[in-house]
């Protein structure tokens, strides 16, 4: 069974940081992309970046410059730096883990940003 595990969220002043983690349990996903989601209250569920085996990055428009994916195949997690943050960002952000056909998501950690 596979399980991701996201933590890492938290209050924030607008403009500060917060670093997100999501790690995987079982098997080893170095093969597969992975990336994060956020859904805030009342809105649907959104790309904020997405990272390939091979180290490629993807970022929405909204967080180009600010956020940055990275991942760690030994351990088997993937992060999210976010810098400058906003309140628009204030959001649940989701682990997300594809393996073509199928994908994976954690339960979600919250981020809110608020002065």
């Known amino acids: 069974q596979v399980q991701l595990v996201e933590s890492g969220g938290g209050l924030v002043q607008p403009g500060g940081s917060l670093r997100l983690s999501c790690a995987a349990s079982g098997r080893i996903f170095r093969n597969y992309m992975m990336g994060w989601y956020r859904q805030a209250p009342g809105k649907q569920r959104e790309l904020v970046a997405q990272i390939t085996s091979g180290g490629i990055t993807n970022y929405a428009d909204s967080v180009k410059g600010r956020f940055t994916i990275s991942r760690d195949n030994t351990e088997n997690t993937v992060y999210l730096q976010m810098n400058s943050l906003k309140p628009d960002d204030t959001a649940v952000y989701y682990c997300?883990?594809?393996?073509?056909?199928?994908?994976?998501w954690g339960q979600g950690t919250q981020v809110t940003v608020s002065s």
């Open positions: 997300n883990l594809d393996v073509g056909r199928i994908d994976y």
